[in-house]
Nanobody, 124 residues
Framework: QVQLVESGGGLVQAGGSLRLSCAAS????????MGWFRQAPGKEREFVAA????????SYADSGKGRFTISSDNAKNTVYLQMNNLKPEDTAVYYC?????????????????WGQGTQVTVSS
């Protein structure tokens, strides 16, 4: 299986920026789809962004379009999420995940491997 470790979360003021990192190790296959999800207190886990290791097929939830950028680095086995112009509603635990199958869609249920999460808190 693949192991995923997120980092880069923290406390930031509204309008600020953070860059999250997801380091992958173990059984990595380049056909994996890598994704970022987030879960705020009292809410369900929601899709944020996804990308292939090649950098192809980037996709974003409407909540992050124009503010978030997902990228991948094959050499470092790392996926990044650059978050700009953060808003208080972005406050959540952010999770990195790998879709190790060919199921269509970015629902959390289609992703089989997950990191431990990193807390992002945006103050107003």
């Amino acid at each position: 299986q693949v192991q995923l470790v997120e980092s880069g979360g923290g406390l930031v003021q509204a309008g600020g920026s953070l860059r999250l990192s997801c380091a992958a190790s173990g059984r990595i296959f380049r056909w994996f789809m890598m994704g970022w999800f987030r879960q705020a207190p009292g809410k369900e886990r929601e899709f944020v962004a996804a990308i292939r290791w090649s950098g192809g097929s980037p996709s974003y939830a409407d909540s992050g379009k124009g503010r978030f950028t997902i990228s991948s680095d094959n050499a470092k086995n790392t996926v990044y999420l650059q978050m700009n112009n953060l808003k208080p509603e972005d406050t959540a635990v952010y999770y990195c995940a790998a879709k190790e199958n060919f199921l269509a869609g970015t629902t959390p249920a289609n992703f089989g491997s997950w990191g431990q999460g990193t807390q992002v808190t945006v103050s107003s």
